[in-house]
């Protein structure tokens, strides 16, 4: 509870926290790999609707051992369950293809800035769509946020309308999927793994018919051939590294929104693109000028910005209402 002085924190708080950061640190690392990995993969075989997929079909598999092996319990779900999941599973898709997409057409730093303006359209659907307002700074902190991811998209040397559309559509359908999900999870007895395990599951059945249509066995057969050719038996390990590091990110990030709300989780994701950002600059040697940087940095100090403006405002009000209140 982010408006609780620190004095009053328990020690079950505090340990709630390290295991919430503990949970974070993984998330983070295991996405650095996963992105690594997934770009070596579009780089050679750029047919994302297949990778997608793939991945989704590796988490499905793992989680279907583990239940079968006691590994994980397996969850007691009925028909209701699935079918309140079906708009999360929905949103998870289409937010996987896309920024999947996104990744084969521009480099991974630049779908990832794009992405770190997640928090804006989380505003914009909870002010426009939810109806909930917010403190006059949480809005004002859109404004280097939205300003930073266009002037990184405004000055990008590889820019592609499908590279960054696909970033933004990601970013739409994430904040759909963060708010349905923690819906569903809420009371439920299926926990943060088995649901994205579950979500996995839905999304696969979801994505299959869609990712035949739109790439198919033909271009995928030729493709395998031609990567294979080039790069060795290797490509294969790359193929089932991102497959794996997709799975195992994301499941941690759902044991981590099992603690957390769903803003809270969206700006772990965004300080989470930091390293991101980063490390893909220097492995894959991506060519950045210095107002490209700027932007990038905006962006996400916008991001920063606006979790301060949050858990500012409650502490703050608080303050200052008591304080009156003890004046009077
Ligand atoms: C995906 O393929 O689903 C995206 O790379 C995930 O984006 P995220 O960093 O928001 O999880």
């Known amino acids: 509870d982010k408006s609780k002085p620190i004095e009053e924190k328990t020690p079950s708080e505090v340990s709630r926290r390290v295991k919430i950061g503990i949970y974070f640190a993984t998330w983070w690392f295991l996405n650095v790999i996963f992105n ?6 579009l780089n050679a075989f750029p047919y994302p609707w297949l990778t997608s997929t793939l991945s989704l079909a590796t988490g499905s598999l793992m989680m279907l051992i583990s239940w079968i092996t006691g590994v994980a319990e397996t969850p007691k779900t009925d028909l209701q369950f699935w079918k309140t999941l079906f708009p999360v599973a929905v949103a998870h898709t289409i937010g996987h293809v896309a920024a999947t997409v996104s990744m084969s057409k521009v480099a991974v730093s630049f779908t990832h800035i794009i992405k770190s303006g997640e928090p804006a359209f989380s505003v914009l659907v909870s002010r426009f769509l939810l109806g909930e307002t917010f403190p006059p700074g949480v809005y004002m902190s859109l404004i280097p946020i939205i300003g930073g991811c266009a002037l990184t998209a405004l000055t990008e040397l590889n820019f592609n309308m499908i590279g960054f559309m696909g970033a933004m559509i990601s970013n739409l359908a994430f904040v759909f999927r963060n708010i349905f999900s923690k819906r569903g999870m809420k009371g439920k007895s299926v926990g943060g793994m088995n649901y994205y395990a579950c979500l996995s599951m839905l999304s696969l059945l979801i994505l299959t018919p869609f990712a035949i249509a739109m790439e198919g066995p033909q271009m995928w057969t030729a493709g395998w051939e031609k990567a294979i050719s080039q790069i060795g038996t290797q490509f294969i390990w790359w193929m089932a590294a991102q497959s794996v590091f997709y799975h195992l990110y994301n499941q941690v990030s759902y ?17 989470k693109r930091i390293s991101v950002i980063v490390s893909s600059i220097i492995i894959f040697r991506t060519p950045v000028q210095p107002i490209n940087a700027l932007g990038a940095a905006i962006a996400i100090l916008g991001t920063f910005l606006y979790s301060q403006v949050l858990t500012w405002s409650l502490y703050e009000l608080k303050k200052i209402v008591l304080t009156i209140l003890m004046a009077i």
Do not use: A, H, R
Not at 36 to 41: A, D, E, G, R, S
């Open 255 to 271: 044991m981590s929104l099992d603690q957390i709300s769903p803003l809270t989780f969206s700006i772990g994701n965004t300080m």
């Open 36 to 41: 690594i990995y997934n770009k070596k993969v």
